[in-house]
């Protein structure tokens, strides 16, 4: 069975062994459809992400010489020519994108220890940045952007969780990498706070919010959203 992967560099799997795509066009291609199972990716939008502001000549004949480059790869089943474009037939098992999709859907509704649980297995899914080392700049300016902030709000579901089952200190570590590698991101912040609060650790908590006060500030010229200001409230009344 052939398995991809695009939560990370793009990668092909057949019965577990590595299916190589060498051509970069030929694995933006594939990260193109693999971004849309089972629907119709039109011609002009696949001819845009494979060569960008720079098509050739004879585009959509050139995009047909790739798809049959891409179906000798992956056998003729799973590269159909539809109305308008192609597609690429796959099961929900067989993309990483999809079980992580669903993996984050039965989290949302599952209680605290099972949400920890479930969110963990699909944040393991994640091999590297989304689609990392595909040079096609539409999908890097749009598609990236959007699977990357998945990953984080299943972070931060994950962290949600992990603090109602009192896991405090030991998040306190991760927390602070977070809001180092992503320091405009007030919901980080407000989970640093909140899990310094219940460790009982005021001064690091209102030094937090400090930090992001100032951010928020000389970045965006913003103050502190509500979540950020109640916390704050709430570590003050703890005195």
């Given at each position: ?12 799997r ?5 299916v ?6 030929l ?56 109305p ?94 977070l ?5 405009l ?55």
């Amino acid at each position: 069975m052939f398995e991809f992967g695009i939560l990370g560099p793009v990668e092909v799997r057949a019965d577990g062994a590595p299916v190589p795509i060498s051509a970069a066009k030929l694995r933006t291609l594939l990260a193109a459809l693999l971004l849309r199972p089972n629907h119709t990716v039109p011609t002009t939008t696949l001819i845009e992400h494979v060569w960008g502001d720079q098509p050739p000549q004879r585009g959509v004949a050139a995009l047909q010489n790739y798809v049959m480059r891409l179906r000798q790869a992956l056998g003729e089943s799973h590269i159909r020519t539809t109305p308008g474009g192609y597609s690429i037939s796959l099961s929900p098992s067989q993309l990483d994108l999809t079980r992580f999709s669903r993996l984050t859907v039965e989290a949302a509704a599952a209680g605290p220890a099972a949400r920890s649980r479930l969110l963990t297995v699909a944040l393991e899914l994640w091999r590297g940045p989304a689609l990392e080392g595909i040079p096609s700049p539409p999908l890097q300016r749009t598609e990236v952007p959007r699977l990357e902030e998945l990953r984080l709000n299943a972070v931060e579901m994950r962290i949600d969780a992990d603090l109602e089952l009192g896991r405090h200190a030991a998040l306190v570590p991760e927390l602070r990498s977070l809001t180092a590698q992503h320091p405009l991101r007030e919901r980080f912040w407000h989970q640093l706070m909140l899990a310094l609060r219940r460790c009982g650790r005021r001064a690091e908590a209102l030094a937090a919010y400090r930090s992001v006060s100032e951010l928020l500030c000389e970045e965006l010229g913003l103050d502190p959203g509500p979540e950020l200001r109640e916390q704050f409230a709430a570590i003050l009344q703890a005195s």
